[in-house]
């Protein structure tokens, strides 16, 4: 079942073509990972994905439904969460609180002044299980504003599994860690795929990671699609080597 089908999407702002005709399809239970340079296009691609800019050309479905011309805050609904590049939290919250608003959000709360005690208790419990899965159950009662880089980042995800995705998207996860801090993190999503079963599409520049995680790689450069493929097909091709692997190395 492809749980994500992207069809030619071109992005252009004004001159600028920010994203060139670019397909991509997800199968469920996938983990992709998209990779190319700097200004590659991979985060407005993703900005298409999730809803927070609109395709100037081509169509986006999500489980067999055209999402194409649907906001953001429906396709989450739909089942899309997503990271941002800059970890977007709720810093002066504790980490119980972070997770448990998007639990509320999951559960249809988000505009009721009030939920019964039966519910309360519901979202409760749900938010416990998801700081359990990422590993956060200790740290629940500290304000994610006071924890260290790589656990916010834990927050922010656990914040996104919290709404019940069956599609999640994560922009460089390991932006700006260290090496212990990065293994967490990529261990932490190698669980929600392999032993979850989470599909997940992810933009990375720490090939470690991709080349670590990734059934399948998407590869961009200057807007459009350069190649696609395994992580040993991808680590042969010429041009992505010349491209981009090649530059990193």
Same mark, same amino acid.
């Given at each position: ?90 810093? #002066? ?47 629940? =009662?500290?304000?994610?504003? #006071? ?31 260290? =090496? ?40 961009? =450069? ?5 190649? =696609?493929?395994?992580?040993? #097909?991808?680590?042969?091709? #010429? ?11």
């Amino acid at each position: 079942m492809n749980v994500l089908e992207v069809r030619s999407v071109t992005k252009r702002f004004g001159n600028l073509v920010a994203v060139r005709d670019v397909s991509l399809t997800v199968q469920k239970g996938e983990l992709r990972a998209i990779i190319g340079p700097n200004g590659a296009g991979k985060t407005t691609f993703f900005n298409l994905i999730s809803g927070f800019f609109p395709p100037t050309a081509g169509t986006i479905a999500f489980e067999g439904r055209d999402i194409t011309a649907l906001p953001a805050h429906r396709r989450v609904v739909l089942g899309i969460a997503r990271t941002f590049q800059i970890t977007e939290i709720f810093p #002066e919250l504790s980490v119980f609180e972070n997770v448990r608003i998007s639990s509320e959000v999951a559960d249809g709360h988000r505009l009721r002044p009030w939920i019964s005690r039966t519910e309360k208790a519901r979202v409760c419990r749900d938010a416990e299980e998801t700081l359990a899965l990422t590993g956060l159950s200790a740290k629940s =009662d500290r304000l994610v504003g #006071e924890l260290a880089h790589g656990d916010q980042r834990a927050a922010e995800i656990a914040m996104a599994l919290a709404l019940r995705p069956r599609l999640l998207l994560l922009d460089e996860p390991t932006a700006g860690m260290g =090496d212990q801090e990065t293994y967490e993190i990529t261990q932490l999503i190698r669980r929600l795929h392999r032993d979850r079963n989470f599909t997940i599409v992810l933009i990375e520049h720490d090939m470690r990671v991709v080349f670590h995680l990734a059934d399948r790689i998407t590869v961009l =450069d200057q807007g459009s699609l350069l190649a =696609d493929g395994t992580p040993q #097909e991808i680590n042969a091709n #010429e041009a992505v080597q010349a491209a981009y692997l090649g530059n990193a190395a």
